[in-house]
């Protein structure tokens, strides 16, 4: 039994709660509508950020994939005593040359189908009864070069259309054409090697022949194509040089580079010797030994990979080497040097079949069951397998995307292969590459060039330098004047002017910088280059200035300085500094003449102009649109930033420690620094981060005012290129899917990751400071 | 109030001479010895409104000075004159003068940073600076140009045994002056208002945010101080100006009502308005 008194004094249950006691309905529902709304929003916001972040990561991540290999089918070949084989670009109809030259075509897509041709044969544009027992195809000019085994050979142009015959499926058809045979080296010996290289106006052609009493002799002939009255060019015999007193050792491997300025010979021995084409003749130039390192010193292969510029090299024991022509400062001409070295070949035998991809600096190499394809640029290996069958003859086709293998049983195996992006990897994106042509590894910023062996150049090493160099010359200007500016607007000024100063800052902040930008590349660029010694003196005059204000502010007597009322002094102090800015900039053709003056070696003149003198003094470069530009402009573009915020953050620092400082006989100054500064230093931190990661993203000041180009250089005057400014320009360019096009998406990743990393590490920094000074509130 | 000597005080417009209620109650001027604070004929102004009126006040060396007055009646504003703290505020005017040791601190000639040197100031709320508590004591000694370690750590055993907050802070000189309590805080300021030895120290209602014990400390503090330091405290607690101070000026609406020795103040005030004031019946 419950006592009466208790069940008093208990809320009783289901009673109504008095009215003053109850809450609006509306309050409770608006209330609720509000959390709801602000979750939402605040999910949302983070979503939004997980979503970018996850797009980018799915455009990028296809570029750090490699190779996969699906096979297709088999096919019986004849027994045809393969002399060559190549395919077609678009990788339908690969052909097998016999030793009579004839080129028996097999129709691969669609076995079996009615409209498909299943073998055919086209018999080339030779002369009738010549043996051609030496024949190979270079695919990447579809010539199909013939020697005879008496000291002949031609070249047969080899084309392929497509035609699209009534009611049928496309077909692939190939043309060819025969240019006249031409005698080379000697009549009595078989050719061991033959090249012949068309560069334009120079045609040469190269032969190996050993003779019977086994010594061998090298054969040069540069070839001229005359134009009759009607018809085609003629291909004819211009002169022959005998390179063979050349170079010394037996000679197993012979090729001419794409320009066809060298020859390179690869010997028995394990030399390999340069020849250099010069006006009348050849002359050695180098000679390297490409494997003196290893146990087995031999050249097993020796193959040139897509550009003709760089040869690929394995030595028995596997050992993989990449060597190429490029330009040597120090020497002052092209030489021949080691470029990349690869790991060792699966099986540990060189190479008994090589194929370049003519569409990209991939190969694919191996000897018996064992392949690999291989990305020169890189170094890397893009797949690599052990087969269940001994291969003869091996082909990358045309568009990099089929596999043709030939085995020992005369068995045709055809795989496809998705390598989109053999060209990318982390070491080609953040490593430093030797690329062909370079004399050095470097880190390289290209995305296109001439020709269609270039060579893509995607390092994002050079993109965050320029990032990093725009952002720090802008921060250099920006920072130590905003910062100051803060401090004087929210601790020495009067009220009523911060009340001005803080709107005007915001309004600037707002200044599109495409305005700023345009104001930097056609205002302010062409007048800081004609004036560089002025900018350096207005520079150091400032502080200069500032000093000598107060020197002669405290040199006042006492009751004359009652007339600079405190928090007005910028009215003496504005007109001051601006005429000794004033004086300084004029004075600058005073200093260029005194200090910048070189003479022409040319007229004996002395000229005073910076540029000159710096290209002179530095060795470096002088653009007209520099990072110094940028940093002053892009400086305008984040001081409002930092302002605002540190001024905030100046300016909430409590009261009390300002009294405090000054009751103890402070000066402004001595309050600012040693009391103002290190309590709002997290509010400081924080503005200083924030512009930094509006420089870092900030795009078109940097476009406009830099020559957006990819060095990497502290030269204050020479340009840059941003990885913000770098998406504006190549986007254009990039095709969807592509290369450029994942790589441009990586770099926004680079940029969003970087000014998250920052502000996140701002965010971090700043509540740990503001822990320090809790107690304040 | 003797209206008759306020009156007569613009015909004598440079007097260096106290008047007013210092020649009426304490008579005793010749033994004062010369540094002394005096108001002459003083009016303060925040923009258009008056809020000190014609006061003449003279404070004597080496005692303490309590001002007391309901909320609001300008004891703060008087106290901040003293050392310009004033200054900092805009549209601030004053009429008459106010004198440290013969030398008005308005005197063209005074810096007032170093005017500001000589007086420590003990602000109402204990205000450390977020830094150490040995870095809070030297503050004023830094800001002085003092570097020598030798002299900075001296004068932080000194002040802080004078504040008598040495034996607890003692081990952790380097820690934030944040982890102290309340109490302790203050003494931290007055320690910090004494490390550049001043003449004068003001304090504004020290105690208010302390408890009986902090505040009873605080109280020791101060007479221990008084051997060498000059005095002026703020304080709404009648008990606490009856046992410090050795003299009590009572202000009303920003006027000075009376000013005597806290003696008489507490027992035997002249105006009606004192009497009732110290008896608690209003205020
Ligand atoms: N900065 C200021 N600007 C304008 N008026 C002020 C300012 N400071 C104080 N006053 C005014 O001056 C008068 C005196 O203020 P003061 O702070 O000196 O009073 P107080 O006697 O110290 O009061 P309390 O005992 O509450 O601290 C008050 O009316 C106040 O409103
Ligand atoms: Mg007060």
């Known amino acids: 039994m419950r006592s009466p008194r208790k069940r008093e004094h208990a809320p009783r249950a289901g009673a109504p709660i008095p009215e003053r006691f109850r809450v609006a309905r509306s309050t409770l529902i608006f209330d609720h509508a509000m959390n709801i709304v602000i979750k939402t929003g605040g999910i949302a916001v983070v979503g939004a950020i997980g979503g970018i972040f996850i797009f980018l990561l799915i455009q990028i991540l296809p570029l750090f994939r490699g190779a996969s290999i699906d096979y297709v089918g088999s096919f019986e070949l004849p027994d045809l005593g393969i002399q ?107 050719f061991e090697e033959l090249d012949y290289v068309d560069a334009g106006r120079t045609k040469l052609a190269v032969a190996l022949q050993r003779l019977g009493d086994g010594t061998s002799e090298l054969h040069a002939v540069t070839l001229r194509a005359t134009r009759p009255l009607i018809g085609d060019p003629v291909l004819r015999r211009d002169r022959e040089f005998d390179l063979t007193g050349l170079f010394e050792g037996v000679p197993r491997f012979v090729r001419l580079t794409g320009d066809a300025d060298f020859v390179i010979v690869g010997t028995e021995e394990g030399y390999l010797h340069l020849l250099a084409r010069t006006r009348d003749g050849f002359e050695p130039r180098q000679t390297h030994r490409p494997f003196h390192d290893a146990a087995s010193e031999a ?27 490029y330009h040597d400062e120090g020497e002052g001409h092209r030489i021949l040097g080691r470029t990349k070295v690869f790991d060792l070949l699966p099986g540990g035998r060189g190479a008994d079949f090589y194929s370049t991809s003519v569409r990209n600096k991939a190969f694919l190499i191996g000897s018996g069951n064992q392949a690999a394809i291989r990305y020169a640029t890189t170094n890397a290996t893009r797949w690599e397998s052990e087969l269940d069958f001994a291969v003869e003859h091996a082909l990358l086709g045309g568009r990099y995307d089929r596999i043709l293998f030939v085995d020992d049983a005369n068995k045709m195996h055809l795989f496809e292969l998705s390598d989109r992006h053999p060209e990318t990897g982390l070491r080609a994106y953040f490593g430093k590459i030797h690329y062909e042509g370079r004399a050095e590894p470097e880190f390289m910023w290209q995305s296109t060039g001439g020709g269609d062996a270039f060579e893509p150049k995607i390092s994002m090493v050079p993109l965050i330098w320029g990032t990093m160099k725009g952002t720090v010359f802008a921060m250099i200007i920006a920072v130590p004047i905003a910062l100051l500016a803060a401090l004087y607007t929210s601790q020495f000024i009067r009220p009523e002017m911060r009340g001005i100063i803080k709107p005007i800052m915001e309004i600037m902040e707002s200044v599109p910088t495409v305005v700023l930008g345009f104001l930097a590349a056609l205002w302010m660029a062409p007048l800081i280059s004609g004036s560089v010694p002025s900018a350096l003196l207005v520079i150091a005059a400032l502080p200069a200035g500032i000093l000598a204000f107060a020197a002669i502010v405290t040199a006042l007597p006492r009751p004359a300085r009652r007339w600079i009322r405190p928090g007005y002094e910028f009215l003496y102090f504005a007109p001051f500094m601006f005429g000794i800015g004033w004086i300084a900039w004029s004075l600058g053709p005073v200093l260029e003449g005194i200090l910048f003056a070189i003479e022409d070696p040319g007229t004996g003149a002395v000229v005073a102009d910076f540029r000159l003198w710096w290209t002179e003094t530095t060795g470096a470069a002088f653009r007209q649109r520099n990072a110094f530009v940028v940093g002053v402009f892009m400086g305008f573009a984040i001081i409002p930033t930092i302002f605002t915020i540190a001024e905030d953050s100046m300016s909430n620092v409590p009261r009390s420690f300002r009294s405090a400082a000054y009751a103890l006989g402070a000066s402004r100054w001595q309050t600012a620094v040693t009391v103002v500064l290190p309590t709002a230093a997290a509010g400081i931190f924080s503005a200083v981060m924030i512009g930094f990661g509006r420089a870092v993203g900030e795009t078109m000041i940097l476009l406009m005012a830099t020559g957006n180009t990819p060095i990497m250089t502290v030269n204050p005057f020479d340009g840059m290129r941003t990885l913000a400014a770098n998406i504006a320009v190549e986007l254009p360019e990039a095709a969807q899917g592509g290369t450029l096009y994942r790589s441009l998406f990586l770099g926004a990743m680079l940029l969003f990751l970087m000014t998250f990393l920052v502000n996140t590490l701002a965010e971090l920094l700043r509540q740990r400071l503001r822990e320090r000074y809790k107690a304040v509130e | 109030m003797n209206e008759a000597s306020h009156q007569s005080f613009p015909e004598q417009p440079v007097a260096r001479r106290p008047v007013s209620v210092e020649s009426r109650n304490l008579g005793e001027r010749a033994n004062y010895a010369p540094d002394y604070i005096a ?245």
């Open chain 2, 39 to 283: 108001f002459r004929n003083y009016s303060f102004y925040y923009g258009a409104t008056q809020v000190l009126f014609d006061i003449n006040l003279e404070i004597p060396e080496r005692q303490v000075t309590a001002l007391i007055g309901p909320s609001g009646c300008g004891k703060s504003t008087l106290l901040r004159n003293i050392n310009r703290m004033n200054d900092l505020i805009d549209g601030i005017r004053h009429e008459g003068d106010l004198l440290i040791g013969r030398t008005s601190v308005y005197d063209p000639g005074i810096e007032v940073i170093s005017l500001r040197k000589r007086i420590g100031m003990v602000f109402q709320k204990s205000n450390p600076f977020p830094k150490s508590i040995y870095e809070n004591v030297i503050y004023g000694l830094r800001v002085a140009g003092r570097r020598r370690k030798s002299v900075l750590d001296d004068a932080v055993e000194r002040s802080l045994k004078a504040s008598a907050l040495w034996d607890e802070v003692k081990d952790r000189l380097h820690e934030s002056a944040f982890s102290l309590s309340g109490g302790q805080m203050q003494r931290l300021c007055i320690a910090r208002a004494i490390a550049n030895q001043p003449e004068i120290i003001l304090m504004d209602e020290p105690c208010s945010a302390l408890d009986p014990i902090a505040t009873g400390k605080i109280e020791d503090l101060i007479h221990e101080l008084k051997n060498d330091y000059t005095i002026v405290i703020v304080t709404h607690n009648m008990q606490q100006a009856a046992r410090v101070s050795d003299r009590t000026a009572f202000f009303y609406l920003g006027k000075l009502v009376e000013y005597d020795h806290t003696d008489t103040i507490f027992m035997n005030p002249m105006e009606p308005q004192t009497e009732a004031y110290v008896s608690g019946r209003f205020g």
């Open chain 1, 299 to 325: 050249i097993h292969s020796m193959d040139f990979l897509f550009g003709d510029l760089s040869l690929i090299l394995t030595n028995p024991e596997g050992r993989n080497v990449m060597y190429s022509i």
């Open chain 1, 84 to 190: 060559a084989m190549g395919i077609d670009p678009w990788s339908e109809i690969p052909f097998f040359v016999d030793p009579d030259g004839t080129l028996h075509f097999l129709e691969i897509v669609d076995p079996g189908a009615p409209h498909n041709r299943g073998w055919f044969t086209v018999a080339p544009p030779l002369p009738p009864d010549t043996a051609f027992p030496f024949a190979r195809f270079n695919q990447r000019y579809g010539k199909l070069l013939f020697g005879t085994d008496d000291g002949r050979f031609t070249v047969v142009n080899l084309n392929f259309e497509q035609s699209f015959p009534e009611h049928r499926q496309r077909e692939i058809v190939p043309r060819l054409s025969g240019n006249p045979v031409i005698r080379i080296g000697r009549s009595d010996a078989v």
